[in-house]
């Protein structure tokens, strides 16, 4: 058996990608582990929540998943603009300047109105910055109007869409507690944890909970979900790095292929 969409370039730090993504494909990688644990097992169809498909967005922005407070502005505390080089990013950089805000240290750290500026916007006066080596200056409009003109615009583009995903407000599922996945997945234990326990680990002890799979797994089921591990691992090492917590909860796992054979 081999996960074909796995990718044989490992993950690079040095170019992460954006924050969401390496995120979500964490926990979309998580998914594809406990899946093929449950075929070797005989343990029903790799799948999805027969009664929510695997996914319970809304189309209604959750302002509480667009900042992650424990980051700071470098690291990529607003998650939306994390990873990319668009204009809000020295925009926002400029701003935090202006209100005293520390890029450095994280946002919990410091004064917590400024997350609600992050969120709202600033319409005091506008924010002078450079992107693109051109100068500019506008008002700061906040995150969630960015968001949301992106979702008035009828976006098109995959990234978008699971940028609009992730930052929509869920409902966990009963049936699957908000993992999306089939109740044959839900049964498997993986080192003592199921999937929706592992979803909700704090990062570092999910890293420690994928470094000893090798110990706690037998060469058969190892050898199949080492180029996952292979793959979770660095990208686990780099969100503890930056200071990352936990995952958000992320039940968009509609997008995961097949695990081929």
Aim: some cysteine.
């Amino acid at each position: 058996m081999y996960l074909s969409h796995i990718p044989a370039r490992p993950f690079n730090p040095k170019r992460p990608g954006t924050l969401v993504g390496v995120m979500m494909t964490v926990s979309e990688y998580l998914g594809v582990l406990y899946g093929s644990i449950a075929e070797t097992r005989s343990a029903g169809s790799y799948g999805h929540c027969a009664e929510c498909g695997g996914t319970v967005a809304s189309t209604e922005i959750d302002p509480g998943r667009m900042i992650a407070p424990e980051l700071s502005l470098k690291n990529g505390a607003v998650l939306l603009w994390a990873g990319t080089d668009c204009a809000p990013v020295p925009r926002i950089r400029q701003l935090g300047a202006m209100l005293g805000i520390d890029y450095l240290r994280p946002l919990e750290e410091q004064d917590q109105r400024f997350i609600s500026v992050l969120l709202y916007g600033y319409d005091k006066e506008p924010v002078s910055f450079v992107h693109n080596k051109r100068p500019r200056a506008d008002y700061y409009r906040g995150c969630i109007s960015d968001l949301q003109t992106m979702i008035d615009a009828r976006t098109t583009s995959k990234g978008n869409l699971r940028m609009i995903s992730f930052f929509s407000k869920h409902s966990e599922c009963p049936a699957c507690l908000g993992t999306g996945m089939s109740k044959g997945m839900l049964d498997i234990h993986i080192s003592g944890h199921t999937l929706a326990e592992v979803d909700k680990l704090p990062i570092p002890e999910m890293l420690s909970f994928i470094k000893s799979l090798q110990q706690s797994m037998d060469a058969h089921e190892f050898n199949l979900v080492g180029p996952i591990v292979s793959h979770l691992e660095p990208m686990l090492l780099y969100l503890r790095k930056i200071g990352l917590r936990t995952l958000p909860l992320i039940t968009a796992r509609g997008s995961l292929p097949a695990v081929s054979s």
